[in-house]
T-cell receptor, first 114, second 112 residues
């Protein structure tokens, strides 16, 4: 089975500062990795995904993530955050074959301070 | 707007009652997923349907059941409700199980 650990439950950061949200996963098989964002009172929206190929993945809203197989990590980064990035961010994993469900981390609340 | 709709947006009911949550997937999506989001358990997969058939089951209680109808909309039925069932229930849809899942806005269930 797969599992996901998001190491920080809350991350406060000043506007225009860089941010990194950490995600580690556990799996005995190859996986796909995802980052979702949830704005207040809304559903989840896919930010980016790693399926194969380049380990550096670029997503929407200026976010990127790097897949590190040896460290089983998929950390999310943004070089300069905006107030509008304030939201809950979820890392998710699933097996890269078969019909297996997404397994989500507990989420990281990013608060951008003006 | 993801194209996935869920009704109702909010639901308040008493313990022991039964409720039905409804989800309409994006046009063309055959797969529907149900998730429960609570403060203590986080976001958990409940069940998946594909073109009317159950395809995968997660941490879904026996008091809960779901179905997907011929028009591809899905309903999640929660019965004998307990206080601990209070949560946000999300529906997601995708073209197939390999494709990206698009999430609806959720139904907030409060059991009093």
């Amino acid at each position: 089975a797969q599992s996901v650990t998001q190491l920080d439950s809350q991350v406060p950061v000043f506007e225009e500062a860089p941010v990194e949200l950490r995600c580690n996963y556990s799996s005995s098989v190859s996986v796909y990795l995802f980052w979702y964002v949830q704005y207040p009172n809304q559903g989840l929206q896919l930010l980016l995904k790693y399926l194969s190929g380049s380990t550096l993945v670029k997503g929407i809203n200026g976010f990127e993530a790097e897949f590190n197989k040896s460290q089983t990590s998929f950390h999310l980064r943004k070089p300069s955050v905006h107030i509008s990035d304030t939201a809950e961010y979820f890392c998710a994993v699933r097996r890269n074959s078969g019909n297996t469900p997404l397994v989500f981390g507990k989420g990281t609340r990013l608060s951008v301070i003006a | 707007d993801s194209g996935v709709t869920q009704t109702p947006k909010h639901l308040i009911t008493a313990t022991g009652q039964r409720v039905t949550l409804r989800c309409s997937p994006r046009s063309g999506d055959l797969s529907v997923y149900w998730y429960q989001q609570s403060l203590d358990q986080g976001l958990q997969f409940l069940i998946q349907y594909y073109n009317g058939e159950e395809r995968a089951k997660g941490n879904i209680l026996e008091r809960f059941s779901a179905q997907q109808f011929p028009d591809l909309h899905s309903e999640l039925n929660l019965s004998s409700l307990e206080l601990g069932d209070s949560a946000l229930y999300f529906c997601a849809s995708s073209v197939n199980y390999l494709a990206e899942q698009y999430f609806g806005p959720g139904t907030r269930l409060t059991v009093t």
